[in-house]
């Protein structure tokens, strides 16, 4: 299996900043990398796919670069409501593996 | 709008069976896509479980094969986890999933937490 390994594990920062959540994998998986966030009580939401393909309802501050094994997560400008978890996922091969989750704090 | 929700126990005793639906509304199961479930461990660790396609075939986790089985109610447009032999390892919010392309989890359930105890 491939293996996600995801950092920072806690994240806090203020609305207007920006933050980014790393995930590297243990073997090439191309483009095919998902980014996922979750909130208690809510449905996972998909944010980004395929490295950098926004998801229809992604806000525009949301981007993901990347390629290969290194994947980053970028939040410009934000908004309180982006508090909660987030999870990268590889999406090139069977089974899909996740990294083990970034909780970021809204200070 | 599609919209998944798991149900089903919330506690289950060691060595039994851990049974789990997902009811699936906005969307018909048989018109395309894969449907997964996918577990998260206290510690946030997750892990795909497996999927039934939109035709029926079904795809799991090597590392749960002898133990897991994916089925579903087309009349119902459910579909349904059944994990066998459970132990305390298996405790977890269970949620069920709505592929997209390539492997993506398009849409969620809000997920139900299991508890595996005697």
């Known amino acids: 299996d491939v293996q996600m390994t995801q950092s920072p594990s806690n994240l806090a920062a203020s609305p207007g900043e920006s933050v980014s959540i790393n995930c590297k994998a243990s073997k090439s998986i191309s483009k095919y990398l998902a980014w996922y966030q979750q909130k208690p009580g809510k449905a996972n939401k998909l944010l980004i796919y395929?490295?950098?393909t926004l998801q229809s309802g992604t806000p525009s501050r949301f981007s993901g670069s990347g390629s290969g094994t290194d994947f980053t997560l970028t939040i410009r400008n934000l908004e309180p409501e982006d508090f909660g978890l987030y999870y990268c996922q590889q999406h090139n091969e069977y089974p899909p593996t996740f990294g083990s989750g970034t909780k970021l704090e809204i200070k | 709008e599609i919209q998944l929700q798991e149900s089903g126990p919330g506690l289950v005793k060691p060595s039994q069976s851990l049974s789990l639906t997902c009811s699936v509304t906005?969307?018909?199961?048989?018109?395309?896509?894969?449907w997964s479930w996918i577990r998260k461990f206290p510690g946030n660790k997750m892990e795909w479980m497996g999927y039934i396609s939109n035709s029926g075939s079904t795809n799991y986790n090597p590392s749960l094969k002898i133990r897991i089985s994916i089925t579903r109610d087309t009349s119902k447009n459910q579909f349904f986890l059944q994990l066998n032999s459970v132990t305390t390892e298996d405790t977890a919010t269970y949620y069920c999933?709505?592929?997209?392309?390539?492997?993506?989890?398009?849409?969620w359930g809000q997920g139900t937490l299991v508890t595996v105890s005697s």
């Open positions: 999933a709505r592929g997209s392309m390539r492997r993506v989890l398009a849409y």
């Open positions: 395929s490295g950098s």
């Open positions: 906005g969307y018909t199961i048989t018109s395309g896509y894969d």
